[in-house]
């Protein structure tokens, strides 16, 4: 049994490291290792040749700037929504908070391109297609559920006692919210705030129905995927999935079944 | 602040204006684009007639589309399976103290972190024809020429499960694990006492403690492989269509919000339908817990 139990977990653990192995491996190989009959399993002849041509190639600028700038608007907004009525749905009576939070759970159940198309044929007219704003609004439709699903989480750990002690204390429910319930809910706002700028970050489907010229990163992975340049996307994948790796790493802890139901795609 | 100085609203008053920007939004532009979409399904696009039946007939008559509901079904049920199989396995393996389980578990949760269209991107270098699967296996002997992983038959809807398990089995094993570690040891215990031997423990407390844990993961993880998209459409394109790149193409290649809708508007049917129906079969209290 234990033989069984090890041997199943070396070979996940083998299946879980070679894809990205592979990634980084292409990424800073000779192409004549990679693009051979039958290609080494390690690194014969490292070249920083890929890195080099994509950091200095101009194609790499504008598509990080649209993306940071996506995701950060994409988080602040997340928050902007999604705190006041994670706040109210934290304070519901039972039935209805998980009438709430079901009814956010089954917004995921459209398909994307069902959503995606009226808002790219709606964008079109409105000037918003293929604009940094346009995709903003995008992502937070797939966002805000999430966010606001965390965030619930959150303020559900901020006991109503404090609220009612502050009320005593002559706070008004404003002083309240701003002075007592809010700085307690910082952390759960941090993460909710991350896990918003991750989903934006690593977004596809809304991006690409709503972009012609100005790509994401993940709309560049899939065009060089698409010319068939193996290194050039292995170079971006890599670059893409860096900060997201780091990232989660931190938020490792916060992963509990409950918010991932939602946040992992 | 002085305007918010004397503010004492209702519980209600405030429970609406926080709850009405995110409901508004939502409404807006989740509830309305699905809206909009069901009656694009619907209206001809030709003589703009409404309601028609035109684009249904269109798209069930048309041969990629029976390809894509087919790689769908295909993708679902053979996907789910082996996730929950193996979710369920690495959910075991780690509920049992061993050296080095921080690592491990660590080193299976990175998978999650790693965007889908990198994951998708990533496995194109193992089932490219001259990809590593194809050097793995010739070097232990068991081809002699390159197998064409890509060709769109079964192979490559293979190919999708794998690359999809490699990004979301850790998904579910931690959904699994979770609900392993509420199950009390007593249980266990109570059951060593009575003598059930390993097997037993594991049909007669485990699994059907595990239940409301195994309903959510597969809710889940149902919708979503239907729904799956920038995998297939990353990884094998046009050669294996599922019904949402099938939407997308119609949408793409020629030009048709219409017939690309009545595509997106059958895969919501079906995702409905599925969960409706799972939903009658296990009761919808375990999912509420």
């Not at chain 1, 800073?28 to 950091?55: E, G, K």
């Not at chain 1, 709430?100 to 790219?120: D, Q």
């Not at chain 2, 266990?188 to 049909?203: I, N, V």
């Amino acid at each position: 049994m234990k033989g069984v139990v090890g041997a199943l977990v070396i070979a996940m653990a083998v299946f879980t490291v070679a894809p990205l192995y592979l990634m980084v491996k292409v990424s800073v190989s000779d192409p004549a290792d990679i693009m051979t009959q039958h290609p080494p399993f390690l690194i014969h002849r490292p070249t920083l040749r890929h890195w080099n041509r994509v950091l200095a190639s101009g194609e790499f600028w504008p598509p990080l700037k649209k993306s940071l700038i996506v995701a950060t608007f994409t988080a602040l907004g997340a928050l902007l929504l999604a705190v006041p009525a994670a706040y109210a749905i934290s304070r519901l009576q039972r039935r209805w908070k998980y009438a709430l939070l079901l009814s956010l759970f089954f917004t995921r159940m459209f398909p994307e391109v069902g959503v995606a198309l009226p808002i790219a044929m709606t964008f079109i007219r409105w000037g918003l297609f293929d604009t940094y704003p346009g995709l903003v609004l995008a992502h937070l439709v797939y966002v805000l559920p999430i966010a606001a699903w965390i965030l619930t989480g959150a303020f559900e750990t901020i006991p109503r006692e404090l609220e009612e002690a502050a009320a005593v204390d002559g706070c008004t429910t404003w002083g309240t919210l701003t002075r007592v319930v809010l700085p307690l809910a910082l952390p759960g706002l941090s993460v909710a705030a991350l896990f918003s700028w991750l989903l934006s970050w690593e977004e596809f489907t809304f991006a690409l129905y709503l972009t012609l010229t100005e790509r994401t990163l993940p709309l560049q992975v899939y065009y060089y995927v698409y010319q068939g340049n193996w290194f050039l996307t292995a170079t971006y994948t890599t670059l893409v999935t860096v900060p997201v790796l780091l990232l989660t790493y931190g938020l490792q802890r916060y992963l509990k079944a409950g918010y991932l139901a939602g946040a992992i795609k | 602040m002085s305007f918010t100085n004397g503010w004492k609203p209702s519980k209600r008053a405030l429970n609406v204006l926080f709850l009405a920007p995110l409901t508004v939004y939502l409404l807006g532009l989740t509830l309305s684009p699905v809206a909009y979409t069901i009656v694009l399904s619907f209206q001809d696009r030709a003589s703009q007639d409404f309601p028609s039946l035109a684009n249904y007939r269109a798209v069930l008559g048309h041969f990629q589309f029976s390809r894509a509901l087919l790689n769908t079904l295909v993708i679902t049920a053979l996907g789910l399976s082996l996730e929950l199989l193996f979710g369920l396995a690495m959910a075991l393996a780690l509920a049992s103290r061993f050296l080095g389980r921080g690592w491990v578990r660590a080193l299976m949760l990175i998978p999650l972190g790693v965007p889908t269209i990198v994951s998708a991107a990533n496995m194109r270098y193992v089932f490219g024809t001259v990809g590593y699967l194809n050097e793995f296996l010739y070097r232990m002997g068991l081809i002699e020429l390159p197998v064409d992983w890509g060709d769109g038959g079964f192979k490559t809807l293979l190919t999708v499960v794998v690359a999809d398990m490699w990004k979301v089995t850790p998904l579910v094993m931690l959904i699994l694990l979770a609900g392993l570690e509420a199950i009390p040891g007593e249980l266990y215990e109570a059951a060593s006492t009575d003598g059930a031997s390993q097997w037993q423990k594991f049909r007669y407390v485990t699994l059907p403690l595990l239940k409301s844990s195994i309903t959510m993961a597969l809710i889940i993880r149902g919708i979503d492989a239907f729904r799956i998209f920038a995998l297939p459409l990353t990884l094998v394109g046009r050669s294996a269509p599922v019904l949402s790149t099938y939407a997308y193409f119609e949408y793409l290649d020629y030009n048709n919000p219409y017939t690309s809708a009545a595509g997106a508007t059958l895969l919501l049917l079906m995702i409905l339908t599925a969960v409706v129906a799972y939903l009658k079969i296990v009761g919808t209290e375990e999912v509420l817990h």
